[in-house]
């Protein structure tokens, strides 16, 4: 059995993985993190190893008493990957990004992948069906187009995400939805076709917290997958373990 450990700003996801399938997931708070792997590791007595990824948030304290429970892997950008990396500034590439790209080798080897994890930023990541990863491209997500429209000008309010009934918003309300959320639908939209344009024969996946709210209005045919991350850190360290 293999720990997944993602941690968040604010939050850890848990998950614990017996080969491919995963057997227990769970969010909990930041501080929270050793008292629950504590508890973890009491109830599942066979993890043998685990990943920890975004290991900036948590202090070399915990790190290490995490080490001393399990074989502990540190993803980042020297970690061993189930792929050809062609990226520039490896150095700078999310822990989130290289696990999605992972996730999409398990589940969809020697294709050609976009995979579009639709978060607090949206990010686009396209690996060919030579098992290269090319990079792609990062833009703000829904909640940060709504942010940045309330503090940037001195009158648009702040709204809560909200599937606008009509293109053409009739108040300034209806229009900050409209320009926030078709903006946000038709980018994808467009970026899937530009992909294709190049790939006919690609495969789209579409994963994050937005995935669900976006994944009904989009035109493209779309894999919505909410574990993928979890799966793609557990396939690296599978990865790493059969080193």
Not at 13 to 33: P, Q, R, S, Y
Not at 110 to 127: H, K, M, P, Q, R
Not at 136 to 146: K, Q
Not at 169 to 179: P, Q
């Amino acid at each position: 059995m293999n720990l997944i450990i993602d941690v968040g700003n604010s939050f850890v996801k848990l998950a614990i993985f017996d080969g491919d399938h995963i057997e227990h997931k769970e969010v909990v708070e930041l501080n929270l993190i050793l008292e629950r792997i504590k508890a973890i590791d009491y109830t599942y007595k066979h993890i043998k190893e685990a990943i920890v990824s975004s290991v900036g948030k948590l202090s070399k304290t915990d790190i290490n008493l995490i080490g001393e429970r399990f074989d502990l892997l540190i993803l980042n950008s020297e970690t061993k990957l189930p792929y050809a990396s062609l990226y520039k500034t490896p150095g700078t590439l999310g822990v989130d990004r290289i696990a999605l790209v992972s996730a999409s080798v398990k589940s969809y080897p020697d294709s050609n992948v976009l995979i579009i994890d639709a978060g607090t930023c949206i990010t686009y990541d396209f690996i060919n069906n030579k098992n290269e990863y090319l990079g792609g491209a990062i833009s703000p997500g829904l909640r940060m187009r709504y942010k940045s429209l309330n503090n940037l000008t001195a009158n648009l309010p702040l709204l809560d995400t909200e599937l606008p009934n009509n293109i053409i918003g009739n108040s300034t309300e209806a229009s900050i939805h409209s320009g926030v959320v078709y903006g946000v639908l038709k980018e994808i939209d467009g970026v899937i076709e530009a992909y294709k344009a190049n790939y006919s024969d690609l495969t789209v996946i579409l994963t994050g917290g937005d995935s669900n709210f976006l994944s009904k209005q989009l035109k493209s045919s779309i894999f919505a997958t909410p574990n993928f991350l979890l799966e793609g850190l557990n396939f690296i360290l599978q990865f790493n373990s059969n080193e």
